[in-house]
């Protein structure tokens, strides 16, 4: 008599089918008989978990298991029948099961008959993921990265202009290697991008806070700004107040897909932090316009 569906799979009776599904694919690729040739345990282990995922993968047939209408074979049980009566599923595939499975083995060896035994299957290697930290201006511009993997091997990563936190790189057959002359898995490679002390990212949109003197607020002026492509020159209008935004186009990320985003330049003013008695001097003797009050918009 056929084994209980659940106990083969080592799943619950409340697994979900991806979770059923995920349980098969783990024991075919451990025991499929072309992985294990001439080992007969591990072909009846392999048979077992197909039939056992063929029948819990069918809702309905499932649900009669589940209700004790059939037995892990599809027999009828109890009133509705006797063992080895009735409709019991040929080799244990219950209807639509096989092409389920048929679909798991192709995933696995790179193949897909619908009949006879497959011959000289090859498995393809697991992925292998791993994280790479890079800093604010690695991932803006872009970037050359020599890093060691967790299995030990040494890979050459090219970081792409704009990449931002959380980008996965895909580096094709750089993983584990396949199991009976199988391709190679790939090396899944997640971006942990450093913050930067004085950009803040947003989307393609870089901002800066700018210090500036207050003459240079006052009389306007040309001053330097940073970028992630390099310096640059800004040019102040006359009484800038501290606050303002100015915007340089083009020189925030880049974009893979059409323009690159622009540089959003706050500027604010800073007063000397030591005692400029001539500073004072000069304020105290600035008149400014009778009513020219800064908060009128606030109402006070």
């Keep these: 008599m056929a084994k209980d569906p659940y106990k083969v799979l080592g799943v619950a009776k409340t697994a979900s089918k991806d979770e059923i599904r995920k349980a098969y694919r783990k024991l075919a690729k451990k025991y499929h008989p072309d992985v294990c040739p001439g080992d007969a345990e591990a072909e009846a282990t392999f048979k077992d978990a197909s039939a056992a995922f063929a029948l819990l993968n069918n809702e309905e047939e499932r649900a009669r298991f589940d ?31 096989f092409d389920d499975i048929s679909d798991i083995l192709s995933d696995l060896f790179g193949s897909h008959p619908r009949g006879g035994r497959r011959q000289n299957f090859a498995f393809r290697g697991d992925d292998i993921r791993y994280t790479l930290p890079v800093t604010f201006l690695e991932a803006v511009n872009g970037a050359s990265k020599q890093v060691r993997m967790t299995d030990g ?10 990449t931002k936190e959380g980008d996965l790189l895909r580096l094709k057959g750089q993983g584990n290697p396949g199991t009976g002359g199988g391709p190679p898995g790939d090396a899944i490679v997640e971006i942990k991008v450093t913050p930067h002390k004085d950009y803040k990212r947003d989307g393609n949109t870089i901002h800066l806070d700018l210090p500036i003197t207050l003459k240079e607020a006052v009389l306007g002026g040309k001053v330097p700004v940073p970028t992630p492509a390099g310096t640059v020159t800004l040019t102040l209008p006359p009484n800038t107040s501290s606050g303002k935004v100015l915007r340089l186009k083009g020189k925030g990320v880049p974009s893979r897909k059409g323009k690159a985003g622009d ?9 000397p932090e030591d005692d400029d008695a001539s500073l004072k001097k000069c304020i105290a003797a600035w008149q400014p316009k009778e009513n020219d009050n800064p908060r009128k918009n606030l109402g006070v």
Aim: charged residues 10%; without cysteine.
């Design 67 to 97: 209700r004790g209408e059939i037995d892990p074979s599809g027999n009828p049980t109890g009133a509705q029948g006797f063992p080895g009566q009735g409709h019991g599923f040929p080799g244990g595939f219950a209807p639509g099961g």
């Design 153 to 162: 091997k040494q890979l050459k990563i090219s970081i792409p202009a704009g």
């Design 263 to 271: 540089l959003l330049v706050r500027l604010m003013v800073m007063l």
